[in-house]
């Protein structure tokens, strides 16, 4: 048997006791449970597809009584949860059986096993956005807007639910208490099956919520019988780290929810996609536009919502931005007529062999790239509200800021490059002239495959045939 670690603290051991992990002595923590960098390390060797370890389902942690809970919201809410019984939040940022969590976990005795290895209040207040001030928030994400409201919109929820629900189910408590809950319970929670009401709630699993983040991650789990198991992705040894995936979260994400973020570098696909992304506001459309990198199509439609949301949709045919599939793969060897019918203009009778522009394409072309012309402006006005170069004095912010500012920057080239293309082809009947052009703007890699996602499903109608 594999020589075993040594013994963890008093309070994690306390922990194991209650969370019956199997093996017993599976994982050990790397350093204090205060520490927020320690992480859980395997004290045994595991293969491949083998259990790193389970724990029993009954002693998950879930809320007592959401449905009470929901009937308290629904007084608060009634238009927004007319529909929807689990979103008190304007922006669904906020879940209702988290809260209901939050009031479970609250009602936990002091010396609850669980309880005494949670991260300290004063750790969240360094880390987790929703605990800071606005006067402190604004200059630590400069420029990053939609971000910094759905930071505003969480803390007034949680402050509007503690005054008019939770004050008055649990009266003792303080909003302070509910917010360090709220950190626990957003940072920690898994959403589970509730097996008495048939819908997603959140639940807390005590053991297997400290394990860190990662892409890829090192284990997975899930409910099997009346356990929850973590299966080794890869061979595991002895003090390896044992991490698990909390889902495809851009840096923005991460740190709202996590209080962490990962280097652009670690925060990739096996594809190369990258996980970042940049939620911009223009006119009434968030638009996420997501960093380069696992091909054209990830940029395509982002390009297609900002296309979209520049100008209100009406007769010209534009399709809404919720339409848009952003996760759809590309394939060079789609037929183009499936993906055609996102940009409906009208008459597609047009010969497609003709080096002329079809009667009426001319129209739909400028019409396009007048939107261009728009996104282009409004991501400039968008890039200038952040510092020159990025500027945080907190770490994390930095980074999601910087993230920003490349992403911005690289769809700003695209659109550069589109109007660009449009400039040096138009009126041009020359198609070799043009196959030219098109060959020597391929040296601008994963920019140039936006642009090329863009032309080659005929939004440019005629002007796709050199693609």
């Keep these: 048997m594999p020589k075993k670690r040594k013994a963890p603290s008093d309070a994690f051991s306390d922990l194991l006791a209650h969370a019956e992990p199997s093996p017993p002595a599976a994982v050990s923590l790397s350093g204090p449970p205060s520490d927020p960098n320690r992480c859980l390390i395997s004290n045994y060797s595991v293969a491949k597809n083998e259990t790193a370890f389970s724990i029993p389902f009954r002693n998950l942690i879930t809320p007592e009584s959401p449905h009470n809970f929901l009937e308290e919201v629904d007084k608060i809410y009634p238009d927004k949860n007319k529909n929807n019984k689990t979103q008190p939040s304007p922006d669904n940022l906020i879940n209702n059986t988290d809260v209901a969590l939050c009031l479970n976990l609250m009602a936990l005795p002091v010396a609850h096993p669980y309880k005494s290895i949670l991260p300290s209040q004063s750790l969240f207040s360094s880390c987790l956005p929703v605990c800071w001030e606005s006067k402190v928030l604004a200059p630590l994400l400069k420029g990053s807007a939609v971000l910094i409201s759905e930071i505003e919109t969480i803390k007034a929820t949680l402050r509007t639910l503690f005054d008019c629900v939770v004050s008055k189910i649990s009266p003792s408590s303080s909003f302070p208490d509910f917010l360090n809950a709220w950190c626990v319970v957003s940072s920690r929670s898994f959403s589970v099956q509730d097996v008495s009401s048939s819908i997603s709630i959140s639940a807390l699993l005590p053991l297997v919520d400290m394990c860190n983040h990662s892409r890829p991650r ?91 949301a520049v100008k209100d949709v009406g007769e010209s045919g534009v399709i809404p931005v919720e339409e848009f599939e952003e996760e759809e793969e590309w394939n060079d060897d789609d037929d183009e007529e499936d993906l055609q019918g996102q940009f409906d203009f009208g008459d597609e009778d047009e010969d497609e062999e003709d080096e002329d522009v079809g009667e009426g ?107």
């Design 218 to 308: 090192v284990c997975s789990y899930k409910k099997s019988g009346d356990r929850v198991v973590l299966t080794a992705l890869k061979d595991i040894k002895v003090g390896d780290e044992i991490s698990i995936t909390y889902g495809a979260k851009s840096s923005s994400e991460l740190l709202r929810d996590y209080g962490f973020v990962l280097p652009p570098t670690s925060n990739t696909e096996p594809d190369g996609s990258s996980n970042d992304r940049v939620k911009i506001k223009i006119r009434d459309n968030i638009v996420t536009f997501r960093a380069p990198g696992g091909g054209p199509s990830y940029s395509y439609f982002c390009l297609s919502e900002g296309v979209s």
């Design 361 to 467: 394409e001319g129209d739909v072309e400028e019409e396009i790239f007048s939107r261009v012309s728009l996104l282009l402006l409004t991501l400039k006005t968008s890039l200038s509200l952040y510092s020159s170069p990025p500027f945080s004095s907190n770490p994390s912010c930095l980074i999601v800021l910087s993230n920003d500012v490349r992403i911005i920057n690289f769809y700003i080239k695209v659109c550069e490059t589109i109007l660009e293309f449009n400039e040096t082809v138009k009126g041009e009947k020359d198609g070799e002239k043009i196959r030219k052009y098109v060959e020597s703007l391929k040296s601008r890699g994963d920019e140039w495959e936006a642009v090329q996602a863009f032309c080659k499903l005929k939004l440019l109608m005629s002007l796709s045939k050199y693609f």
